[in-house]
């Protein structure tokens, strides 16, 4: 197929359908993982109070899922609550709590209406029963659908995650099933939250910040790192595209040399 080369930088001058021709539907990343950041200072910038910023985030939600969703994306991780975001005021950790209810009550309809599997991962146990009601329900739901698989990040932390999987692991150990030299990258993985996914190829950040805040801290080892000033409630279509642009254009190397380097001399 003959490539265009759009020049990301000029963007805004770009339509989505030349986006959408730029991009090899045949090299689409398996697993995109996202931070989804700023909505607070999206609220600020129309002096807005915080919760507003999450309420236009969640309308960004919806958007990212039905893109990723018709683009035929394998998986879809969004990061919604870490672990350390119960440091937040009581009132904003209540109003993104129900805000994620809701979006699971109205949207489970489209969910299940466009083959979607949802899934949560992160500790469950601190979790609120209504909250964990609901995204039971929508588990239960839509397991057994075979388009995107969509993970929210809910209480999620990389430490807690791993942690968790140290636990079962030792468990695992003291009861003699497993031996420690058994012990590899694959029992890691297979005791993760994530332990029936692939590992993010491209791990998506609004908001400009230069950070990981504890995300998926073991899967993204080679993961593609792609950072957009466009805060979370403005992303769109397009930020979508050209992250997936920007990601076609990566040389993924895994610790060999790039291939062109590979002419004997
Ligand atoms: C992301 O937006 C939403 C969550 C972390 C839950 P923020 O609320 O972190 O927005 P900023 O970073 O303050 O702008
Ligand atoms: C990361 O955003 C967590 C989520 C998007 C859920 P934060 O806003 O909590 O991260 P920091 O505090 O800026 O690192
Ligand atoms: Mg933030």
Redesign the pocket.
Known sequence: MAMRRVDLAAIDRITNEDLLSELDPARLPRHVAII???????AAKRRLP?VA??RA?ADAVRRTVETAARLGLECLTLY???TE?WKRPRYEIRA?MDLLVEYLAKELHSLKKNNIQFRMIGRSEELHISVLEQIRKGELATFQNTGLRLNIALNYGGRTEIVDAFRKIARDVAAGRVQPDQIDDELINHNLYTRSLPDPDLLIRT?GEMRISNFLLWQIAYSEIHVTET??PDFCERDLLAALIDYQKRERRYGRIGHLEDVPA
């Open positions: 989804m950041d700023g909505n607070g200072r999206w915080r910023g999450h985030g919604a609550f870490s975001n993104l908001s805060l979370w």
